[in-house]
């Protein structure tokens, strides 16, 4: 099935939600993949794992809170969007990330061989993140 015929459906359900269905709406992980135009204020903040592992997503939305881990390991994601908060984990392992955004906050961010972690130690790392507003209990270069 193509995506126009899901995004078609996805519509369809949004539109005809019954009480019991109420609150139904297209799930994130699908237009971040398929429809980025798409994603708006109310799906900012995303409850549960949000994983992307091995997906042809290639960014992500500013403003993202993810109430759980965010895994964008194996994708073509190549910067991190600013004000990006997971209360998990954060795994950006082997990707041509070569920056760090504004306001950064993670309970744990796994940056093992990222395009950072080849230019800089831990200590520069850390220094960034903070230095732009960002925050983080344990990291992994």
Known sequence: MDNTKLKKIFEFLEKTAGEKTAGEKTPL?????????SINEDDLVFEGNLDLFQSSAVKLPNNLTVIGYLDIRVTDIKELPDNLTV???????DLEID???????AYSINAKGTSLSKKYSYKEIANMIKEKGGKFKLLSI
């Open 87 to 93: 209360h998990g984990g954060l795994f950006i392992t």
């Open 99 to 105: 920056s760090i955004p504004n306001n950064l906050k």
């Open 29 to 37: 992980k699908w237009k971040i993949i398929n429809d980025f135009d």
